[in-house]
């Protein structure tokens, strides 16, 4: 797990090229390496996490024997070892155990086509002299970030926009039209960044630059969409099962390849349990799990978690997030997610990922899951009621029921339900589903449904206008049914642009690697085949994942409701942040020419007062740090 960089200049300029490395050292800190071509100007620069081959002929960038071909790389392809044997058939001598290497010499051998062999999360870069081109390629899912800046005359990349600060040619100038779409979903879409002339190089694509004129080209290599359009499986529910078992056992076990110690982001939610118990089983000695928990037992999930830690026998930490360890990492939330992120959850994912470095150095994380196997709440819901747009009359006796009950209310009356009936985050649920309800449309519906914030009530204090060229990821896709089509959505956008981008900086900030099974192409695959009256069965959510978690643990253990990642994010707002609030959200710093300030400052005022604006005040918050961070 590294950190990549790299640029263009005729120019030597190893200085440059070692402080782009250096901002994001955090990444690498086991090794660093430069390299520089004089025909072409090509700067590559690493920064290595030890994972695979400790020695130092693992270092990079990485020269073939032949010269021809450098790479520098971030990531893992777990089955490296395989493709290695079919090179070395083909008469290849390797020096190294890495799988560097291996990526290095299957392209040199099959050319781009090679990254259809690889099972695993990588994004890297290859000088190819040959054919007088740079290649930069991203995995299917999106697991590892790779960015590029290209105008006129310059073109770099990276594993982080913050290295592109310290080239002298990065030109900090903010696209303001993207922001709209952070207020709405908390994240800016790919392929767009917060700057302009900034790109994120999409999941499942790669992009092909020629040295001569520097023109490049961009070539998607993978879409979940090709595989929800092809035909269902006819198999039987138990040879589905026994596929998807055997499916996600292989994927464990490659992501166990490891030359240092594993362990486990352990919720207590289906996800993080079935890979805990499906790596306690295989392990056969203790696994490491790891687990925030709050005092708020509204949203403490760390007892359950340890419940099936017990169950499972494994060596479990578990750690109480205090006030003082959320102060400290709000402050920091800038540096690290170099543009504006709004997804909170951020914060105890750095923490467990802390936690967790203290005895590991790579953590299995369970992301994914949702998107695969039918699991956020939203689909069901917009699914049970997608017939309500061919029926004008339900739909208004609908939204007036919906209208009838406050965000409050509802709330209160959860309180009251049964332990097995209660929903998680029913306020922020609830006033979703009001939002999806208004929409014009199924695709609109479901746009609303994973919003933040309305995005009417971003018009009212955000002076941007939206442009609608960056939601063309929303529209129908084919014939594919609305359920399979919200989640090929959310594997396209949430899971990529929020979910990953989480889980990346959050663990690369303390030094440690992150693997996703649930993300295995093979998995992603396979399940958008399988026919939707067995995926989601019985009106059960992760219906088929939870088959195979009954195999390892008590059905009541696994059975209950649904929860995310929250935190009392209103209350220390209003409490503990408040001074950060008032600090950045006022008269003085916010932006005339983004914000109707009268308006912001209202929202601030109405939240102060008990309204239910926490999200707004939060997202703007977040993007008032960021740009005192990096632009003024």
């Not at 059905?555 to 209950?560: G, L, P, Q, R, S």
Request: glycine letters at 6%; proline letters at 3%; aromatic letters at 14%.
């Amino acid at each position: 797990m590294c950190g990549i960089v790299g640029f263009i200049d005729k120019s030597k300029s190893i200085n440059t090229l070692s402080d782009m490395l250096k901002i994001q050292s955090y990444r690498g800190p086991d090794d660093s390496g430069v390299y520089f071509d004089e025909k072409s100007g090509v700067h590559f620069g690493h920064n290595r996490l030890s994972i695979q081959d400790l020695s130092s002929h693992g270092h990079q960038p990485f020269v073939s024997d032949c010269e021809n071909y450098v790479i520098v790389f971030n990531g893992e392809v777990y089955n490296f070892k395989n493709i290695r044997v079919d090179l070395e058939e083909l008469g290849y001598k390797f020096i190294s155990n890495s799988d560097t290497e291996v990526i290095l010499y299957s392209y040199k051998e099959w050319g781009i086509k090679c990254i259809d062999k690889f099972i695993g999360m990588f994004a890297f870069a290859i000088l190819d002299k040959v054919e007088d081109k740079l290649v930069l390629v991203r995995d299917r899912a999106g697991v590892k970030p790779l960015y590029y800046y290209a105008d006129e005359k310059e073109f770099m990349f990276s594993s982080e926009i913050k290295s592109f600060h310290k080239h002298p040619e990065f030109k900090k100038e903010q696209n303001l039209e993207v922001l709209p779409c952070f207020f709405q979903f908390g994240y800016i879409p790919a392929p767009y960044t917060i700057f302009k002339n900034c790109f994120k190089l999409e999941a499942g694509n790669y992009l092909e630059l020629s040295l001569g004129n520097l023109e490049f080209k961009i070539t998607k290599y993978w879409d979940v969409n090709d595989f929800y359009l092809q035909e269902k499986f006819t198999k039987s529910e138990y040879e589905i099962l026994e596929d998807i078992e055997a499916i996600l056992d292989n994927a464990i076990d490659l992501r166990m390849v490891s030359d240092v110690p594993v362990g486990v982001f352990l919720s207590g939610g289906y996800d993080s349990s079935l890979v805990a118990s499906i790596l306690a089983k295989k392990q056969g000695k203790k696994i490491n799990t790891f687990t925030i928990g709050f005092d708020d037992e509204k949203y403490n999930e760390a007892k359950h978690a340890k419940l099936i830690a017990e169950y499972l026998g494994t060596n479990h930490t578990e750690y109480y997030m205090n006030n003082s360890d959320m102060l400290n990492l709000v402050e920091s939330l800038p540096f690290y997610y170099d543009e504006p992120f709004g997804d909170s959850s951020a914060l105890p994912t750095m923490i467990v990922s802390k936690l967790a470095r203290q005895s590991v150095t790579v953590a299995l994380s369970a992301d994914g899951g949702d998107e695969a196997f039918c699991g956020y709440s939203k689909y069901f819901f917009l699914n049970k009621f997608q017939n309500i747009f061919s029926s004008s009359f339900k739909r208004e006796i609908l939204k007036t029921g919906l209208n009838f009950f406050s965000a409050n209310s509802v709330e209160y009356i959860n309180t009251k339900l049964p332990k097995n009936l209660k929903q998680t985050n029913i306020k922020d649920k609830y006033t979703k589903f009001q939002r999806a309800i208004n929409s014009k449309s199924l695709e609109e519906m479901f746009e609303n449904a994973s919003s933040y914030v309305d995005k009417n009530e971003i018009a009212r204090f955000l002076k941007v206008s939206k442009n609608k060229e960056l939601f063309k990821k929303w529209e129908k896709i084919g014939s594919i049914e609305f359920l399979n089509q919200m989640m090929a959505i959310d594997y396209k956008l949430f899971m990529n642009d929020d979910v990953l981008t989480k889980v990346d900086r959050a663990t690369m900030s303390v030094s440690l690697e992150g693997r996703e099974p649930l993300l295995d192409h093979r998995i992603i695959e396979y399940m958008a085949r399988v026919p939707l009256d067995i995926k989601y069965k019985n009106k059960q959510g992760k219906y088929l994942l939870r088959q195979v978690l009954y195999k390892y643990l008590p059905k009541e253990m696994v059975d209950k409701p649904k929860s995310g990642f929250q935190i009392p994010l209103n209350e220390w707002l209003r409490d503990e942040l408040r001074t950060m609030v008032d600090k950045y959200i006022c008269l003085e710093k916010l932006d005339d020419n983004i914000f109707d300030i009268n308006q912001v400052l209202s929202i601030k005022d109405k939240f102060y007062k008990g309204e239910n604006l926490g999200t707004q005040i939060w997202l703007i918050l977040i993007y008032q740090m960021w740009k005192e961070k990096w632009l003024d």
